[in-house]
């Protein structure tokens, strides 16, 4: 008051002071009042802080469950770690536990620190990560990540990244600067309360005056309880933690259902996105060279014909040759030695496996080598319409098989771009690849709209282009080449199983690689607007619509006049309401 800028508070004070005060005079200087108003509030001034205190209680147990979120995630960090020191195994607190150390794990324990596996073999569950049930196989080179579960294997494993530098300890803190974040809809509250404020105390003034001159006798008590429950109806308490709440609980649930929003405001900017592009590669596909199609010709054997394939295969560094020789060791063969290899850059290689002379290459190559590739001309002519160039072998002089292989489209992102079509979004794939590999992965998706060999800059470029109309848009990636798009879009949504630059560069990070999280992340933005809109209307027009009750407006017509005390409660359950509303976003469900 002292500095001309009264906030809420001010009118709880105001009106219970006034109600203590009066009736400090009316029981010590009755002789100032007349006698119609000696009538004294001391349980009115009472019962209204109570009540207050009541509703600020319950606010604090409600808003201690929006933290639930961030309380299971520091809940997954184990307490002490099994260390090897000097020969020793050790059970060490986890703050004693330094980068080199070799960590030993346990059946069924938790992962202590984010390192790589040095000896063992285990399955661990990383759900808290990726949102998916399936255990993740662990051998020695691969990462582990502390908080993850280990399965029934034992593992050994060296500690990479410790403290506040491990993946959990990151999320939480993305969690927490999420959840204390400031929208720009609360920039809007703020301005409505400054006004809102100094135009309940010249109302309760003016009722006041109202009473003291056209009221009935008592006049100065009917104008005293008129304005002080003028006072604590428009306590505007509701309408200060509108916002917050349902930020703190939405993105409560955002992060278990794996969707991490980096920066605050994407939670408000990504509910009105009109369009979403995508990356192609690690976005849309898995990223990486598959073995999709094994086609052999008659009169040979496949798994006999797939093991000599990989075998040389084995010898090349090409992510083509990788593919296959991975599809042959998935399938559990075994890799015959291979000798006299020789590539032939830009058609082909060829090597000694088994007595046989195996060559691999393309069409060209076979003729140049006096190979027919004709028995498997319509099966290569399908794979190539498909944007998979086929890739033929043949075995002593006779073709023997034709693959496909591709980088395949990823688990999950038919069902969402089906749903994100179905939300009335517009979207687009940005990729840099060739236009007709771009087409044929498009046209699978039913994405209608594709913008093909772009460099890094160049995608940038044609997010411009895109929001030329004013349209507002989202850009999904996971490299570092998507990093510049990923900071250009009106929101950057990384996919986090990419690289860490795509991460640092975005405004929300999908924890796992599924992009029904991107429909999960839409889904929790609306909803958690949606709520904020619903607990601003609640609390702004709940308080504006019983000042004329508090001021005495029902008394002409009923001579009925609304108790400071009926008043103060009703201003709690305006509170209890707008957290419970906020409470419903913990079960907004996620992709599906």
Known sequence: MRHKAPDMNALVMIGTAAAYSFSLIATFLPHLLPAPAHAVYFEAAAVIVTLILMGRWMEARAKGRTWAAIARLIGLSPKTARVERDGEILDLPLAEVVVGDILHLRPGEKIAVDGTVTDGQSYVDESMLTVEAAAIAKNTGDTTTGGTVNGTGALTYRAMRVGGDMMLAQIIRMVEQAQGARLPVQDLVNRITGWFIPAVLAAAALTVAVWVIFGPAPALTHALVAGVAVLIIAYPRAMGFAVPVSIMVGTGRAADLGVLFRRGDALQSLQSVDIIAFDKTGTLTVGRPEMTDFILAQGFDGNTVLARIAAVEAKSEHPIATAITRAATDRGLDLPPAFDFTSHTGLGIAAQVAGQR????????????????????????????????????????????????????KPGTVEAIAQLRAMGLRLVMISGDNKATAHIIAATLSITEVVAEVLPAGKVAALDALRATGESLAFVGDGINDAPALAAADVGVAIGTGTDVAIEAADVVLMSGDLRGVVGALAISRATMRNIKQNLFWAFGYNAALIPVAAGALYPIWGLQLSPMLAAGAMALSSVFVLTNALRLRWVGGPT
């Open 358 to 409: 195996i060559l691999i290459g393309s069409a060209r190559f076979m003729t140049s080598e006096g190979v027919d590739p004709a028995p498997l001309g319509k099966a290569a002519e399908t794979l190539a319409n498909d944007g998979k160039p086929p890739i033929f072998a043949a075995l002593n002089g006779q073709i023997a098989a034709v693959i496909g292989v591709a980088d395949p489209i």
